[in-house]
Nanobody
Framework: QVQLAESGGGLVQAGDSLTLSCSVS????????MGWFRQAPGKERAFVAA????????DHADSVKGRFTISRDKGNRTLYLQMNNLRREDTAVYYC???????????????WGQGTQVTVSS
């Protein structure tokens, strides 16, 4: 079992920065992959970024490349999403997720956090 708890969401203006955190508890496997997903109103949940917990290899969606950075602190068992130059279209509920393997998709996620709202105003 893995438990995930997000924090750090809020209301910001376009162009601002925000960092989301996800506290990870429970058993973490060597092949664990962690990710961030988001769901905007009326849209399906979508992949944002992922990181292999063991070696730190990362992947980012094209829509956030160059603006968002995923990272993790293994010692503190915390996942981060640094979001820079935020846009209105980044407004969504952001979810922390855990899976197994080298890729993570909505369907392959084993555990979800409760989500944190990010709202970007113009």
């Amino acid at each position: 079992q893995v438990q995930l708890a997000e924090s750090g969401g809020g209301l910001v203006q376009a162009g601002d920065s925000l960092t989301l955190s996800c506290s990870v508890s429970g058993r973490i496997f060597n092949q664990q992959i962690m990710g961030w997903f988001r769901q905007a109103p009326g849209k399906e949940r979508a992949f944002v970024a992922a990181i292999a917990w063991n070696d730190g290899a990362t992947d980012h969606a094209d829509s956030v490349k160059g603006r968002f950075t995923i990272s993790r602190d293994k010692g503190n068992r915390t996942l981060y999403l640094q979001m820079n130059n935020l846009r209105r279209e980044d407004t969504a509920v952001y979810y922390c997720a855990a899976g197994i393997g080298r890729r993570i998709t909505v369907r392959s996620v084993n555990y979800w956090g409760q989500g944190t709202q990010v709202t970007v105003s113009s």
